[in-house]
């Protein structure tokens, strides 16, 4: 049996490290899918058995572990900043506005309430009191790329061999900030006497009220005696609306309309177009009609087909400049990214994964699909070359030196940041460089995953050598009610707030409370008890801006705070 025992004591072997790692992660998922009360940890419980691991001795080199935590937190931020990029710009219109400002705010009073809490609880000379502070701050928000930031931020303050285990305060507060987050967004619900039924109503009547610009159909007879003789296109600019004319009933024939079709009293048009601009539509052609066209009409087939964009020579281009009606005798209806229609506007700019409605002689959509793509299998494969491409990018960016007047050292954006910003960038901006970014949700997930587990893993064991003397016999128990008081305030503060002073439906409220702390069981407590779409739009509103601003700020605590 010497060839078991020196599998798990021969530390710096390649099967004992992979052995370690595997056990590791593989303890941490299972345990992780746990539930009490409805709630789980998730791959969190993996930074918990590293620490088990590492305590027990069972451990790897540090340089081995410090290169998998450091890649694995690469690997991380990076698939996230492809997530969040294609929405992070966006995310500020259409009121997002003053979502993403409530987020600010609390994301600035969870660092308020951290550094109060430092003051009237811990002994400011110690200059380790400080950053397990920082960690047990982002316990308390349940933000792991964050704890990454500012662990690989403390390496440039702190010599060699010295940097604090912040891992411990982060797993001292990180149950408690799970639970928090959903406990006090539910005393919000309390304080501001909300009544989910009532709130589910007032959703349903707004959403009868605001047209919200989704596609509309409607069949119309041109009536107009100063659009007789003009063409499609001439129509198009008079209106200055978007608005397509997908077929044309002229003479008991049905076509598919293009820039120079020409408009005749009497013909029945089917236009698409916003619902906010129908009844003006309506006005200026002529009355919608519900009457069917004649069985006649219907001897040229016509047929709608959901196309999915793969080639990558369409990613970044316009649909106004793609000619779908003129060259290839077509109209695109509507559009589908993520889930979500848009109406087929000319500004409307393509991405690798968009599903496009195409309506048309089958001959001339089949045509469209194949210079489209159109092959699902090819969206399965995640683009490697561009993932790389942009880490090697995001690394020389964030190791680019910034002297600070007052900062001990020039500040960097390092290996979280920079790959943060850069995947951000070239998630929405990408296809300007030929890039394509698109990686299905799954391949996403599990790059992103596996990355997770490495950096947690690594954490773990290395925090865990000290963990019984810095958490049992030393400040534990602060750490945990002090990332309570982190997690519960700013809520409680900036929740209120968006109810009594700026109106938000309270769904809408509590996707944006999850989303500022990044926080997914958070979203599914809310998604459970509401029928509609609002928690997840107030989720994904200001998770993009959430995540960076968590990531950036650690660092900036870190080298402005902790190295003086």
């Not at 609390?106 to 380790?128: E, H, K, P, R, S």
């Not at 698409?272 to 001897?299: L, R, S």
């Not at 106004?320 to 559009?335: A, D, E, L, Q």
């Not at 491409?389 to 964030?398: A, P, S, T, Y």
Request: with cysteine.
């Amino acid at each position: 049996m010497e060839w078991l025992i020196n599998l798990f004591t021969t530390t710096d072997s390649v099967a004992h490290i992979a052995l370690l790692y595997a056990i590791v992660i593989s303890v941490g998922v299972l345990l992780g899918k746990v539930k009490v009360g409805g709630i789980s940890l998730g791959v969190t419980f993996v930074l918990f058995a590293g620490i088990i691991a590492g305590h027990i001795g069972f451990t790897a080199p540090t340089n081995i572990l410090g290169f998998v935590q450091d890649f694995g937190l690469i690997l991380f931020v990076f698939c996230i900043g492809l997530q969040v990029g294609p929405g992070f710009f966006e995310s500020f219109r259409k009121g997002g506005v003053t979502l993403n400002v409530l987020s600010t705010v609390t994301i600035l009073l969870n660092i308020a309430v951290m550094f109060a809490c430092y003051w009237l609880f811990f002994d400011t000379q110690n200059a380790t009191n400080l950053p397990m502070m920082v960690g047990t701050l982002y316990g308390a928000v349940t933000n792991t790329p964050g704890l990454g930031a500012a662990n690989e931020a403390l390496t440039n303050v702190f010599p060699a061999g010295k940097v604090p285990e912040i891992a411990s305060g982060y797993a001292c507060a990180y149950p408690l900030g799970v639970l928090g987050i959903i406990g006090a967004t539910i005393a919000v619900r309390y304080i501001t006497r909300v009544k989910l039924e009532r709130e589910e109503q007032q959703l349903a009547e707004q959403e009868g009220e605001n047209p919200h610009a989704k596609p509309h159909q409607m069949v119309l007879k041109v009536s107009n005696e100063y659009i007789s003789g003009r063409t499609l296109a001439e129509i198009s600019g008079f209106l200055n609306r978007d608005v397509i004319c997908t077929r044309l009933l002229h003479d008991g024939n049905v076509t598919i309309p293009t820039r120079n079709t020409i408009f005749t009293q009497g013909d029945e048009v089917l236009i698409v177009c916003t619902e906010g601009d129908a009844q003006a539509i309506q006005a200026f052609i002529g009355p919608e009609i519900n009457t069917p066209w004649h069985t006649e009409a219907e001897k040229q087939p016509l047929i709608s087909k959901r196309i999915v964009v793969t080639n990558p020579s369409v990613n970044g281009k316009t649909l106004g400049k793609m000619h779908f009606s003129s060259v290839y005798g077509v109209n695109v209806t509507r559009i589908t990214r993520q889930g979500m229609d848009f109406f087929a506007s000319r500004d409307h700019r393509f991405q690798i994964g968009d599903r496009v409605m195409v309506v048309g002689p089958e001959e001339n959509v089949n045509r469209v699909a194949e210079m489209m793509g159109n092959s699902v299998r090819r969206l399965d494969a995640p683009n490697i070359g561009t993932i790389f491409i942009g880490i090697i990018i995001g690394i020389l960016f964030g190791s680019i030196p910034l002297a600070i007047p007052g900062m001990p050292v020039p500040l960097k954006l390092g290996i979280a940041g920079g790959p943060l910003i850069i995947a951000i960038l070239i998630g929405r901006f990408g296809y300007r460089l030929k890039l394509v970014t698109y990686t299905t949700t799954s391949a996403n997930m599990m790059l992103r995953e596996i990355g997770l587990v490495l950096f947690l893993a690594s954490v773990g064991i290395k925090a865990g050598a000290g963990f019984w003397h810095t958490v049992v016999q030393g400040d534990g128990l602060k750490y945990v009610y002090t990332g309570f008081l982190i997690t519960i305030i700013p809520i409680l503060i900036m929740g209120t707030l968006a109810r009594l002073r700026y109106k938000f439906n309270y769904f809408t409220i509590m996707g944006m409370l999850a989303g500022t702390y990044t926080d997914p069981p958070a979203l599914a407590y809310a998604n459970s008890i509401c029928s509609r779409e609002e928690p997840a739009i107030g989720y994904s509103t200001v998770y993009p801006l959430s995540m960076f601003l968590r990531i950036f700020t650690a660092q900036l605590i870190v080298l402005f705070c902790c190295g003086a």
